[in-house]
């Protein structure tokens, strides 16, 4: 018999999520995730993928997934710091510190681990984390598991992060103080004010850490926030992943030799979860030769961010402050959020919603990622959509 405790604990917290409009349906893709995709057997324009750069499904990142396939494995058949290094890791390390302009890099099998493993290598229970309130979950849990004691500022509030992180120096009771911020913020597309930061570092000796998952392939070019403000000299973890514009999987901190030297040995899940597939590492180094070599794909990821904020704004809608291609479009009410996102799908437009917890309470949004791999044609239906459906719902007159 399986337990009644955990039985009741389910069927009330799932019955309660459901009443209040917060349980999310997940929807299966059938084949690649592209501009366009599948669901149900019907044909919807995608605007919620972080695939930026349409590198997901791209024919040169399979061809070299399948060439280091054919020649590593399909698996690396051990942990890292067994012997589940093969010469493609070595070689994605190497390819990422030279795109992020750093003295070395290291690679983990996801974001989420990374970021896990890398924040409670260095930070413990004698150390304090200054951390902006909207970081995401996986910087969260990564605080926590540190043991340090964990600050939170206000969202890109400068002076809160000045005020707090003079109280934690003042207070004489951590042997280190860090500042984690992501590079750009995923729900609403704000950018770190990195300049800002680096002064207050400065001043207060604090360890920087940036987060720049939704920030490379994005911004600087495609080497991310850090290196659209210069600053590779001054920070001293870039985090990324190579699971949004990079369009495979994986995460890595690129930083000093000493740094990802002491990640290679006390960052858990590099030494207790086995490597990323020689597959994905060869498609990950193919995505960042080509982010290297052409600007191509990332000025179309802009030109299209660009075109459907003009068009979403013109028509009424409230999106925000954005500062990237990320466009949300804000609805409010966590009910009406949904409604709209599920018309938008009825009608050919796969945005999703999202609500509280990931987002305050009555900021819903249907969020929408314009990618490189979109068509204007696809843009303009997915304008007309949102028209019919704004009218339709009130959201816009
Ligand atoms: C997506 C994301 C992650 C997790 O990355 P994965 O590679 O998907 O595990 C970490 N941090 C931020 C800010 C993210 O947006």
């Given at each position: 018999m399986t337990s009644q405790k955990l039985n009741t604990f389910l069927e009330n917290n799932l019955q309660e999520l459901k009443d209040n409009g917060l349980y999310n349906e997940i929807d299966t893709i059938q084949g690649p995730n592209g501009s366009?995709?599948?669901?149900?057997?019907?044909?919807?324009?995608?605007?919620?993928?972080?695939?930026y750069l349409g590198f997901a499904n791209d024919d040169r990142l399979k061809v070299k997934a399948n060439e280091a396939t054919d020649t590593y494995g399909v698996g690396a058949g051990a942990v890292r710091t067994i012997n589940g290094t093969q010469s493609i890791h070595d070689e994605l390390e190497?390819?990422?510190?030279?795109?992020?302009?750093?003295?070395?890099?290291?690679?983990?099998?996801?974001?989420?681990?990374?970021?896990?493993?890398?924040?409670?290598?260095?930070?413990?229970?004698?150390?304090?984390?200054?951390?902006?309130?909207?970081?995401h979950a996986s910087i969260i849990d990564g605080c926590r598991l540190s043991g340090a004691k964990v600050i939170r500022v206000k969202h890109q509030d400068m002076d809160d992060l000045r005020a707090k992180a003079k109280e934690a120096v003042e207070s004489g009771q951590y042997?280190?103080?860090?500042?984690?911020?992501?590079?750009?913020?995923?729900?609403?597309?704000d950018v770190a004010k990195l300049p800002e930061i680096v002064e207050i570092a400065e001043e207060f000796d604090l360890i920087t850490y940036v987060d720049?998952?939704?920030?490379?392939g994005v911004m600087g070019k495609g080497a991310g926030t850090v290196k659209h403000f210069g600053l590779q000299d001054k920070i001293d973890f870039q985090m990324g992943t190579l699971s949004k514009a990079?369009?495979?999987?994986?995460?890595?901190?690129?930083?000093?030799?000493?740094?990802?030297?002491?990640?290679?040995?006390?960052?858990?899940?590099?030494l207790f979860s086995t490597s990323l597939t020689p597959g994905a590492a060869a498609a990950c180094i193919?995505?960042?030769?080509?982010?290297?070599?052409?600007?191509?794909?990332?000025?179309?990821?802009?030109?299209?961010?660009?075109?459907?904020?003009?068009?979403?704004?013109?028509?009424?809608?409230?999106?925000?402050?954005?500062?990237t291609p990320i466009t949300p479009c804000i609805i409010g009410?966590?009910?009406?959020?949904?409604?709209?996102?599920?018309?938008?799908?009825?009608?050919?437009?796969?945005?999703?919603?999202?609500?509280?917890?990931?987002?305050?309470?009555?900021?819903?949004?249907?969020?929408?990622?314009?990618?490189?791999?979109?068509?204007?044609?696809?843009?303009?239906?997915?304008?007309?959509?949102?028209?019919?459906?704004?009218?339709?719902?009130?959201?816009?007159?």
């Open positions: 366009e995709i599948t669901i149900n057997g019907k044909k919807l324009i995608n605007m919620s993928s972080n695939n190497a390819k990422i510190a030279e795109f992020k302009h750093t003295e070395a890099a290291v690679a983990f099998q996801s974001g989420f681990n990374c970021n896990m493993g890398a924040i409670s290598a260095v930070m413990n229970k004698n150390d304090a984390i200054l951390s902006d309130e909207l970081n042997e280190k103080i860090m500042y984690i911020t992501d590079g750009v913020f995923s729900m609403d597309g720049d998952a939704h920030g490379s990079v369009g495979v999987v994986g995460g890595y901190v690129a930083g000093t030799q000493n740094l990802i030297d002491w990640l290679k040995v006390r960052a858990r899940p590099f193919e995505a960042i030769d080509i982010m290297s070599s052409s600007t191509e794909e990332h000025e179309r990821l802009w030109e299209n961010g660009r075109y459907l904020k003009a068009g979403l704004k013109d028509l009424g809608f409230n999106i925000g402050d954005s500062e009410e966590e009910k009406l959020t949904q409604r709209f996102s599920k018309r938008l799908t009825e009608e050919g437009v796969y945005a999703k919603s999202i609500v509280f917890p990931t987002v305050p309470r009555g900021t819903g949004r249907v969020r929408n990622m314009p990618s490189a791999a979109h068509t204007k044609d696809q843009l303009d239906i997915v304008l007309e959509t949102y028209k019919k459906i704004g009218k339709e719902l009130d959201v816009i007159s």
